[in-house]
């Protein structure tokens, strides 16, 4: 079992920069590679990033390449998600998830939500025009 707890959240104007953070507890951290998603009203929830276990592979949404930097730090059990240039369209509730590594085996960042194991609770995120 893992439990992750999201913070970091808030409101910002357009243009301006948050930094998640997603702080896992329970099972080995290093065992799992770590995704962010988040969902707007009315939406359904959607890729944002995603990062392999080991910190070097890292995959990104097209919406949010070239803006937002995901990057964890495994002796603090901590994946960040940085967020720069916010656009209104940004603006939704941001989970972490957990998708369980079998070491030895290809490393595969997916943006398919069904295949992760774990899920944070959420932080808002409020992007204002």
């Known amino acids: 079992q893992v439990q992750l707890v999201e913070s970091g959240g808030g409101l910002v104007q357009a243009g301006g920069s948050l930094r998640l953070s997603c702080a896992a507890s329970g099972r080995t951290f290093s065992s799992y590679d770590m995704g962010w998603f988040r969902q707007a009203p009315g939406k359904e929830r959607e890729f944002v990033a995603a990062?392999?276990?080991?910190?070097?592979?890292?995959y990104y949404a097209d919406s949010v390449k070239g803006r937002f930097t995901i990057s964890r730090d495994n002796a603090k059990n901590t994946v960040y998600l940085q967020m720069n240039s916010l656009k209104p369209e940004d603006t939704a509730v941001y989970y972490c998830?957990?998708?369980?590594?079998?070491?030895?085996?290809?490393?595969?960042?997916?943006?398919?939500?069904?295949?992760?194991?774990?899920w944070g609770q959420g932080t808002q995120v409020t992007v204002s025009s």
């Open positions: 990062i392999s276990w080991s910190g070097i592979r890292v």
């Open positions: 998830a957990a998708k369980y590594y079998l070491r030895g085996t290809a490393v595969v960042l997916t943006p398919r939500s069904d295949l992760y194991d774990y």
